[in-house]
């Protein structure tokens, strides 16, 4: 069985075509890694690419992605409406098959090294890789973004896992860390009134009292003239998305408000939705190992 | 992107275990073939052997499975509360990746006429690959089994498809298809009272006037003292799972008695499963892309 990684890398370039397409270039026709998808937002100034691979070949491909973003870069000229610390804002590395969570953690930290010494590069480790609890949450690590990271970095609290201990000059920052699949989740709700959408998203996040592994917030679709709630399911395994759509239709009963559908955004493990029907049919005794298809994953025909 | 078949023959053997084990042998340690599963019942004196592989490679392992059947088990000897007509009753095939159903129908003809030969073996086509509709159902063409088949053959409607028109003396006859995957469902009701399982069976299955591609029984869990609607449904992408559980649910209202749980037996494809979740969740413009284990899938890596 063959060990597969995904890997989410977020640049800091989505307007440009042509730079787009040669800090993805080390992503194509890379030996034992496959490009699942590049999602460029011009207003975000940004693009966040899904690739996945064994451990070995995507570490190799992202770094000389990275080598790309830095070459073609300023942050000084940089943007956009996304929060952005660094060309290569963050590198999410994800354990999808026969990878366990210690070994994703093992595999961020050499690749914050390697991309620190061949960049000069400052490299912080977040998320399950974070050596600190202050630096586990992402946003807490890149708040005040490209243009306060010199002075944040002055403080002792935030000194960089790798690297040099000052802000590279067109690259800034690095976040790179291991972290369980994320699922992008929203779900719709049969009224046009964002106050009802944001009043929902903060009793179901995890920040406002709700489920620990959700994040969430309030969304207009003003070509729909609804609103939904806008979700980051952070550990689908621990926090699953039939938690979330009853816990939001409960609440939405408060406000006389139906559910009327939801949408996954982007790639969902097949767990994910297979737990969710396992609850709404009432499934007993119910073993992954009954899905046909993870026999056909193992390799092992 | 290989090719996948899945194969479910079911022989008339499941007591003796040394021949349970010569039976089962071709699938074992086989190139490209792999053995998913073999269950053995005292009381039918019959096995179910689960197989999945490239097509060539199972019609290859089955031959010689049939071979070894056909060797050891003596029809006019066996006996089983399970219908049966053979000693290899019957041998399905089933299209799992990148195999259209043309392509399993025109397998299951190539290794009927090559058991018919190499076994002096009649052999009738079903399901899908039936060549007239009153042989499409395999309790149609296995009435009268093993001990009347000898009279039912002087039928002109009832001449094999390939091999001599007259019972093989100690192994009977065969009836091989192609058809989709079969999903053996269960659904647990909340009362003791059979008559309930049966009456809700006979609403929600195909011949009572309920869902397509749904057969359905009502069986007593003597041990839990409840009874469940026993399904198997025979095109989930046709007849969904949800459709059967929410088809019992309202049934069973009538009775006052709630739905206590649910079970899969056996394997099921992700899909069937994906496809309830996508129900529940209300998910919108949800597409099997989407799910990341397609693409390990399709040895695109």
Redesign the interface.
Same mark, same amino acid.
């Given at each position: 069985m063959?060990k597969?990684i995904?890997c989410v890398p977020n640049f800091s370039e989505g307007r440009d075509r042509q730079k787009v397409d040669r800090i993805t270039s080390p992503f194509r026709d890379r030996q034992?890694?496959?490009l699942?998808d590049v999602q460029t937002d011009a207003d975000h100034n940004r693009m966040v690419v899904t690739l996945?691979?064994?451990p070995e070949a995507v570490k190799s491909a992202v770094l000389d992605a990275m080598e790309q973003a830095i070459s073609l870069i300023d942050m000084r000229q940089h943007r956009g409406q996304h929060p952005r610390m660094g060309a290569v804002d963050v590198v999410p590395l994800i354990p999808?098959?026969d990878v366990a969570m210690e070994e994703a953690v093992a595999l961020s930290r050499v690749l914050g090294r390697e991309a620190a010494d061949r960049f000069d590069l400052p490299v912080f480790l977040y998320e399950r890789s974070a050596t600190a609890d202050h630096r586990t949450n992402l946003a807490a690590v890149r708040k005040g973004q490209f243009e306060q990271m010199a002075e944040k970095m002055k403080d002792p609290q935030w000194q960089p896992d790798f690297g040099p201990a000052r802000v590279h000059p067109t690259a800034g920052v690095t976040a790179v860390g291991a972290r369980p !699949?994320l699922v992008a989740f929203n779900v &719709?709700l049969g009224t046009g009134d964002i106050a009802v959408a944001d009043a929902i998203a903060k009793k179901v996040r995890f920040v406002g009292g709700g489920l620990r592994h959700c994040k969430a917030m309030g969304v207009s679709l003003d070509d729909r003239g609804i609103v939904q709630v806008s979700m980051n399911m952070t550990d689908y395994t621990r926090t699953a998305?039939?938690q979330a759509?009853e816990m939001i239709r409960a609440e939405a009963r408060r406000y006389g408000v139906p559910?009327?559908?939801?949408?996954?955004v982007?790639?969902?493990?097949?767990q994910a939705?297979?737990d969710?029907? !396992?609850y709404?049919?009432?499934?007993? &005794?119910?073993d992954m190992k009954?899905?046909?298809?993870t026999?056909?994953?193992q390799g092992?025909?």
């Open positions: 063959q597969i995904e034992d890694v496959h699942l996945i691979g064994s999808i098959r !699949a &719709n998305l039939y759509v559910v009327v559908g939801s949408e996954i982007g790639l969902v493990p097949m939705l297979i969710c029907a !396992a709404y049919l009432g499934l007993e &005794n119910f009954q899905v046909l298809e026999h056909l994953m092992e025909i």
